[in-house]
């Protein structure tokens, strides 16, 4: 496969090696991602095209590559500062020595070859470029194992980091949630539930909407447009269906709504204890009903943040799910902080706090709703699957969605500058 695409039939093992430094074969199917140049291993598919020329992932690996090479890290400018006095100052030594040894008696061949020697030996240049070659070697080492730094500043300042902010849905989770449960109200029909709440969702890109969506598909419901759809970042949504308003999102949402869910919430409490996320259901402000959607955590997600704990850094679950289903996922990786419920815009309040504490602080997700989280951390890391917008606003980018991979950029950051 040449060029980025999305799956639209079949299933098959793709190799994407090349791009993400993953030797093992990926399972594709419907819907899912595809990154150019990747190769089909042994099934049939058909993919549709949505990336070409620079906007490839190729070409942005490139581009990103480019731009990280023609900037300096703080290091290097601080080399770059040494060896501009260093060369004056070993000229003047240089000087010096030539005349001792002249003035003690020595020939003129001598004295200057004493000069030649001390201009030689004493070079400065192999002082910048020693640590420019070690910062190229550490990206190039990155760029092997499927991590992407954009520039040398963040290669040098992720092993200073002291607090590491995670998101939860696609970062710490596969970002893969189904619907679990269906819980109706008094005299609610399932079906109908299901095309209200399926039919609102049909406009949005959020991951817990596409589960509500393809829980439809399963049923086999055929679905509306909304007339009017109206996205609230963070809480939930506003659609129009047939002259009718359907409201669905989480306990805040409804709370400003002023709809009434208090029958329901040890139902609701319960299932975000289990890690689920109850999303609430209402028609022109009667309450219908809670979809309990699951996202189960990734394999390597609980290992990858027990050694970063073993490092002895401060690990926070920043997120806007409820705060029992937060908590309920921080337990399974291992996560002692969890700051649950908040709104995009907040997520960057957080991260500022936390710096004005003189702590350097990393960021780790990949939405639209971190971008900003991810832009005013010292470092923003981004899964491979995060959104343009995050990608762009972060400095690192781990290919293959694995956080296995921000303990290695760790790590390589502290080997390469002998910490």
């Not at 100052?89 to 200057?112: H, K, P, R, T, Y």
Request: charged share 20%; with cysteine.
């Amino acid at each position: 496969m040449p060029l980025d695409g999305i799956v639209r039939r079949g299933k098959t093992l793709v190799e994407e090696s090349m791009p993400t430094g993953e030797n093992l074969p990926v399972e594709k199917k419907a819907n899912d991602r595809l990154i150019g140049p990747s190769i089909n291993k042994n099934g049939v598919i058909r993919y549709e095209t949505t990336h070409i020329g620079n906007d490839t992932t190729l070409a942005q690996i490139s581009k990103l590559v480019d731009d990280a090479q023609s900037l300096k890290a703080p290091i290097e400018k601080l080399a770059d500062i040494i060896s501009s006095y260093f060369v004056y100052i070993i000229i003047v030594v240089a000087i010096g020595s030539s005349l001792l040894w002249a003035l003690s008696g020595q020939s003129i061949s001598f004295s200057l070859s004493v000069f030649i020697s001390v201009l030689v030996i004493a070079c400065p240049c192999a002082f910048g470029l020693a640590t420019r070659t070690a910062i190229m070697v550490g990206m190039r080492k990155g760029a092997e194992n499927g991590i992407l730094i954009k520039s040398g500043e963040a290669l040098e300042t992720t092993h200073h980091v002291k607090t590491i902010l995670f998101d939860k849905t696609g970062t710490i989770t596969k970002g893969k949630p189904v619907v679990t449960d269906i819980i109706l109200a008094e005299n609610m029909d399932k079906n109908l539930l299901l095309f209200l709440a399926a039919s609102a969702e049909k406009a949005t890109e959020h991951p817990l909407g596409e589960a509500i969506v393809k829980e439809d598909e399963i049923v086999g419901i055929d679905l509306v447009e909304p007339s009017i759809f109206e996205s609230f970042p963070g809480l939930g949504i506003n659609a129009i269906l047939k002259g009718t308003e359907v409201s669905l999102g989480n306990e805040e949402f409804f709370k400003q709504l002023n709809i009434d869910i208090s029958k329901f919430k040890l139902i609701s409490d319960n299932l975000a204890s289990k890690g689920k996320t109850p999303v609430y259901i209402a028609n022109d402000r009667i309450f219908l009903g809670i979809i309990a959607i699951e996202d189960t955590v990734k394999p390597a997600s609980a290992s990858a943040i027990q050694k970063l704990n073993k490092l002895g850094l401060n690990m926070v679950m920043l997120t806007g799910d409820s705060k029992l289903t937060a908590q309920a996922i921080a337990n399974q990786v291992g996560i002692a902080n969890v700051i649950s419920e908040v709104l995009p815009h907040e997520k960057a309040h957080y991260v500022k706090m936390l710096q004005s504490k003189e702590h350097k602080v990393a960021m780790v997700g990949n939405g639209i709703n971190d971008a900003l989280a991810l832009a005013q951390a010292d470092i923003g890391f981004v899964m491979g699957s995060g959104t343009d917008i995050a990608m762009k606003s972060a400095d690192i980018i781990l290919m293959n969605n694995d956080l296995q991979l921000l303990m290695s950029r760790i790590d390589l950051s502290k080997k390469q500058f002998g910490i």
